[in-house]
């Protein structure tokens, strides 16, 4: 059996489990209950992580040559929710998903953040002061820096229910860096742009620089939420078929975006100050 | 008397002083020097404040149709500095430029983040953990989060001089979004670009977004260094001809500026802790 599990009008969580029961839930924190020992594939619902855009930026992200060593990324995920949003949405209830920007658009850009550093956890997160909440103390915006605790580095995002639509990941290497702009929702649903440059120089008496960022335009003939819920299948389809055993990549990373999450809203809670990640 | 400083290969400060004597360093730090009462005409060497993009970006920021009210400002200014530079350049030296990439590269950062806050102060800065420092304890990478304490508005702002140049400014609105790529040295001397979206809206079902961002390109004949120069010629001009008092705007700026940047110095003291601005 495959579940969908959905949450207002986007696919959330892809659970599949060869046992008699299904866990599910509607907020965004049911990755605790789907181990990776159990005989279950789980996949959240990251639709952006499927587009073949994302795995070309990978490919510029690993080439030493291009990239060199991470510094820092910055990842924004906001839309101005409308009123009817803003008063009826699940995503602002605290008896439904009581997380709000940060569960639901924080989700993606935290997701970026650890993409781009090969899913290592930070070793420390920091809330942002000041985050906005409903009446029903449901937070509406929100950011947070993370660090690793080596050579510096340093990641912010900014999620926000309450700001014109922005979705950026901008990823900084030692020599080079990749931009893109609408990572979570493409612009076009059939090409997925991104823009990287490499060795940048200053030009002689700083008069200019080089070069300039170059676009990519990745194609893809099927949305990327079509093509998550195809890997998704064929996942499932090798393990009735005794081929594979459950992608373990899925609820890993699933869980450890929760955990940053979770280390924000301690942060949050305790005055913005930073909490350790085991 | 026009005096203009320079730093390194760059225009630091121009001061012009009707009195008998100048003050002046190689420091980015005489600002608390010359003050607003002074018949002096004081303007810092930040040049891309002078480029024609500049004004233009202004004018949409303040269209409240096109971007609404200000929610966030991201702004980095980093370039990976060959060998040569971290041995012997003025500013990575602790007796001469000893704010390092806060001073030099962080210093643009903090403007682009004021300028688009319309130069009010933020109510307290907190430094990210982890700078980098050089063997002589200058800093080399840094970044920090600002907040107005109005709205749930925080900016951020990353510098490094171990990073590949990159040079954006975000600003969020409620409507619209302002981007820019080489907001510190255009790519191209005579024509700076700027992207600005408003209002977008999903697609149904979320199979895309618009409207997309459009570019401007807005040329100059002069670059901004020259046209810096031009403005403070024509301001003093303007004082010797007894026409017009010292244009206040440009040292209050740069107090601004450096007051952020102390902020940002105290809080890495103090263990990155919220300091406040009076």
Redesign the interface.
Known sequence: MITIITRG??IQVLVFITGIFIKQGLTIVPFGVVGEDDVAQFMDGTMWMHHPRTTTMNHVLSDEQRF?HL??V?S?F???ANDDFLKNNIRINPDLDSLGALGDAGWYSIRAILWAHDYELPK?V?A?????YNDAGVI????A?L?W?K????S?F?C?F?????M?I?V??????V?V??FV?????KVGSFFT???????E??????P??TEFKISTDL?Q?ALMVREFGKLVEEIRGGVAKPEKKWPIISRKTQLIIDAVVTSIKNG?V?VELA
Chains 1, 2 share one sequence.
């Open positions: 009008n986007s060199g510094t820092s910055h924004t906001s839309f101005f420390t920091t942002f002061a000041d985050p906005q509406l915006s929100c950011g820096s660090n605790k050579n510096g580095i340093v912010t900014y926000s309450l700001s014109n639509l922005c950026d901008i900084r290497g030692t020599k080079g860096n931009r702009h609408d929702i493409p612009f076009n649903e440059v490499s060795n940048s120089k200053w030009a008496l700083y008069l200019g620089c080089g300039e960022p949305p939420e913005f930073p």
